[in-house]
């Protein structure tokens, strides 16, 4: 299956400040990339469908000002968390589809902790 | 709306035993995809198998199988010869355009020795 990685694995920051997670996918070329939010115990949560070279769509009620996401080349996104605060603090998975393929395939993850 | 619901929210079972684990999903869509995913401690999600609706037949990966119903929105993960490395929580997720997934909220499976 492709291979999709995520930088940084973990990270904490100071409220206010601004955090950015990067997701490659590694093997292939990826027009479309997802980002998840996932709370302790819960599902996985759709923020946003990352677009190559377009605006990223946004789900009902994720603040786009708020979680910025860019998707300039084939093999990476990145959501910038702007302004952290400790509501923020959560962990956060990309994914992509392979092209003809129907399954997604997940980042390991990027956990979030805001002070 | 496509929902996906998941009634087992944990769920235990003897080594080398079987388990069944349930999900039942709302669509009003024809053709579309269904997965079964699982997400392990180190928390990176892992495709266990998945079934195109299109497909009668139910789709089956060495000890991983379905119980797909289509009339009844019924698509069941059944996990024979259970071993400790199948503990993980286990999400079922529905597909049916733009790549957008919906996921249940999960069943964490317990695999006792």
């Known amino acids: 299956g492709a291979v999709v990685s995520q930088h940084p694995s973990w990270v904490i920051c100071k409220s206010g400040t601004s955090v950015k997670i990067e997701c490659r996918s590694l093997d292939f070329q990826a027009t479309t990339m997802f980002w998840y939010r996932q709370f302790p115990k819960q599902s996985l949560m759709l923020m946003a469908t990352s677009n190559e070279g377009s605006k990223a769509t946004y789900e009902q009620g994720v603040e786009k000002d708020k979680f910025l996401i860019n998707h300039a080349s084939l093999t990476l996104s990145t959501l910038t968390v702007t302004s952290a605060h400790p509501e923020d603090s959560s962990f956060y998975i990309c994914?992509?589809?392979?092209?003809?393929?129907?399954?997604?395939?997940f980042g390991p993850g990027t956990r979030l902790t805001v002070l | 709306a496509q929902t996906v619901t998941q009634s087992q929210p944990e769920m235990s079972v003897q080594e080398a035993e079987t388990v069944t684990l349930s999900c039942t999903y709302d669509?009003?869509?024809?053709?579309?995809?269904l997965f079964w995913y699982k997400q392990p401690p180190s928390r990176q999600m892992i495709l266990v198998i998945r079934?195109?609706?299109?497909?009668?037949q139910n789709a089956t990966e060495n000890r991983f199988s379905v119980n797909f119903q289509k009339a009844a929105k019924s698509f069941s993960l059944k996990i024979s010869d259970s071993q400790l490395g199948d503990t993980a929580m286990y999400f079922c997720a529905f597909k049916y355009n733009f790549n957008k997934f919906y996921f249940g909220s999960g069943t964490k499976l317990n695999v006792k020795p």
């Open positions: 079934q195109e609706a299109y497909k009668q």
């Open positions: 669509t009003s869509e024809n053709n579309y995809y």
């Open positions: 994914s992509d589809v392979a092209g003809g393929r129907d399954e997604q395939f």
